[in-house]
């Protein structure tokens, strides 16, 4: 079935340093990615997102890029600070047109040690 | 708080009873959707409403319901039927179409 499998599941960089998380999805016809960032006790907010027509998008010290031909998507977290610490998310999009659901990983904890 | 508000925060519930959740957002999505979060498992989809009146079963729709009776609103009812009921409740919407969602701040239910 759909499925989205994210690695690792937990992860601890030294401030500054950068920060990768993976995800591979299962369905070709997914062509929407977005990733969460969820914080303790708090709701997920969206932090970027990618289109298949699109390899790569960057905001600041944050960027996605996309494979679709071996359908797997990163996230890549540049000059860490601690308020980075937190879960990450990664999602695929899956059914027709007018009928988005996404299919989420299971979480990255991400720990920036200052 | 962020246009779409869940209630309660916590919840508990006793053997047998239903309860429900509530969710409202003043966004002017048409799309809602139910997660239930559980540790280790991510995001898992419950029941989804693209159109006031209409809503499809997610992946672990068992043991709950749904209405969607307002645009701005999606109640979720866990039933005396869900005999796992102890998790984290999510709600958000969307516009319609390839858009992230917006999360409600979340229902914390413990079973009693």
């Known amino acids: 079935g759909e499925n989205v499998e994210q690695h690792p599941s937990t992860l601890s960089v030294q401030e500054g340093d950068s920060a990768v998380i993976k995800c591979t999805y299962s369905?070709?016809?997914?062509?929407?990615f977005p990733w969460y960032k969820q914080e303790l006790g708090k709701r997920p907010q969206l932090i970027i997102d990618?289109?298949?027509?699109?390899g790569e998008k960057k905001d600041q010290r944050i960027a996605v890029t996309l494979n679709k031909t071996a359908k797997h998507f990163s996230l890549h977290i540049t000059e860490t600070q601690p308020e980075d610490s937190a879960v990450y998310f990664c999602?695929?999009?899956?059914?027709?047109?007018?009928?988005?659901?996404?299919?989420f990983g299971t979480g990255t904890r991400l720990k920036v040690l200052a | 708080d962020g246009g779409i508000t869940q209630s309660p925060k916590y919840l508990f519930r006793k053997e047998g009873q239903n309860v429900t959740l509530s969710c409202e957002q003043n966004?002017?999505?048409?799309?809602m959707y139910w997660y239930r979060q559980d540790p280790g498992q991510g995001l898992r989809l419950i029941y989804y409403?693209?159109?006031?009146?209409?809503?499809q079963k997610g992946d672990i729709a068992e043991g709950y319901s749904v209405s969607r009776e307002k645009k701005e609103s999606f109640p979720l009812t866990v039933t005396s039927a869900q005999k796992n009921p102890t998790a984290f409740y999510l709600c958000?919407?969307?516009?319609?179409?390839?858009?992230?969602?917006?999360f409600g701040s979340g229902t914390r239910l413990t079973v009693v």
């Open positions: 958000a919407s969307s516009m319609t179409g390839p858009y992230g969602y917006t």
């Open positions: 369905d070709s016809a997914s062509n929407y």
């Open positions: 990618i289109r298949s027509n699109v």
């Open positions: 999602a695929a999009s899956r059914g027709t047109s007018g009928t988005y659901k996404y299919i």
């Open positions: 966004l002017n999505h048409d799309a």
């Open positions: 409403s693209q159109i006031v009146n209409d809503f």
